[in-house]
């Protein structure tokens, strides 16, 4: 009866463990939830497009640096990924500062930049363990 015990709640915790999806742990691999992202983070002097692709670079950077400390990634995976990440941010200030907006082209541009970075990094992160 205690095999049978033990058995059934490994079972129950095996199902709520394949219940939960990936994205919820690492929000840069939910895409579409991070292409709707709409906030002022204060560090865009109010452009809501340019918060956007601050956010979403914040989000992955973050993701990286969790990858990072749970072995998932390498110090150079993490780096490059991160420094991709930056750069991104720095077009899109670059942009926003030389005709005083992001536009919602050059923003939709580095959406599609911004999926790509994050694709290679939950790739990565959410690669099976092998044992």
């Known amino acids: 009866m205690k095999y049978l015990a ?6 129950a915790l095996s199902h709520t463990a394949a219940a939960v999806p990936p994205s919820q742990f690492w929000p840069s691999c939910d895409i579409s939830v991070q292409q709707g992202i709409r906030a002022d983070n204060g560090i865009s002097d109010g452009d809501p497009l340019l918060s956007h692709v ?32 930056d750069r991104i941010r720095a077009d899109a200030t670059r942009y926003a500062s030389e005709q005083g907006f992001l ?15 994050a694709g290679r990094l939950c790739a990565r992160i959410l690669q099976p363990v092998r044992g």
């Open 54 to 85: 601050s956010l979403r670079v914040n989000v992955i950077q973050a993701d990286a640096g969790t990858a990072r400390k749970a072995g998932k990634l390498s110090e150079s995976q993490t780096e490059m990924i991160w420094h991709h990440a």
């Open 103 to 117: 536009s919602a082209a050059e923003r939709a541009s580095l959406d599609r930049e911004l999926d790509e970075v």
């Open 6 to 11: 033990s058995g059934v709640i490994l079972m």
